[in-house]
């Protein structure tokens, strides 16, 4: 996947509070069934399959096979590269408070000037 679908896919992933919680869930509790993670939400286990599709689909979530069971566990890699294009954003805003901050020091330096006189 190209790495502004993924970065799409990946906050369209993030967009659903039922999804951030799955999300949470595995990076708290490790791989847990579907069944495991339908329990605490009020939805049906085909609810929680379709939230898990999209998961997949983001690279978020993959599913193993251990005999019986298919575990949903958690894959980060996508999570580091969104955290890697917010940081690029926290950089700029970063930069501009401290435009903003050597603007407010010059003015209160003006008007301290200004009131000596």
Do not use: C
């Amino acid at each position: 996947m190209a790495d502004t679908a993924r970065l799409d896919a990946t906050f369209h992933a993030l967009s659903d509070p039922t999804r951030r919680a799955i999300l949470a869930r595995l990076a708290a509790e490790g791989d847990v069934t579907v069944m495991e993670l339908a329990e605490p939400f009020d939805m049906s286990q085909p609810a929680i399959s379709k939230h898990l599709k999209v998961l997949e689909k983001a690279g978020l979530v993959s599913r193993g096979r251990d005999a019986q069971k298919r575990p949903v566990h958690l894959e980060a890699q996508p999570l580091a590269e969104a955290t890697g294009w917010l940081i690029e954003y926290r950089k700029y805003w970063s930069a501009q408070f401290g435009r903003l901050d050597d603007l407010l020091d010059e003015l209160q330096r003006l008007e301290a000037a200004a009131g000596k006189n």
